[in-house]
Nanobody, 124 residues
């Protein structure tokens, strides 16, 4: 059974850091791309980043480039999103999702298994 478990969210002050985890089971992350998405209140879900099955990361939102880094630990079958210098506009529920493909795609329609999400709140 495919399962993705999100963790690592929380309340952090502007400029702080969080590391989100996406623990996968029922499949291997070396065979699928894993995407990161977020949805802020009143806004549509947006693709934030993705890590391909070979470990290459892609970032889709200009405002997070240079601040967010996605990586994977194949031995733990877990993907991470390290978020530094967080800003209030980063506040959202963050989800990881398993792609249908090995290569990254930005659209959520290419992902068919989703984690439960983890809340990230950036506020002073």
């Amino acid at each position: 059974q495919v399962q993705l478990v999100n963790s690592g969210g929380g309340l952090v002050q502007p400029g702080g850091s969080l590391r989100l985890s996406c623990a996968a089971s029922g499949f291997s992350v070396v065979n699928y791309a894993i995407g990161w998405f977020r949805q802020a209140p009143g806004k549509e879900r947006e693709g934030v980043a993705c890590i391909s099955s070979s470990g290459g990361a892609t970032y889709y939102v200009d405002s997070i480039k240079g601040r967010f880094t996605s990586s994977s630990d194949n031995a733990k079958n877990t993907v991470y999103l390290q978020m530094n210098n967080l800003k209030p506009e980063d506040t959202a529920v963050y989800y990881c999702a398993r792609s249908l493909w090995r290569r990254c795609q930005s659209s959520g329609s290419n992902y068919n298994d989703w984690g439960q999400g983890t809340q990230v709140t950036v506020s002073s």
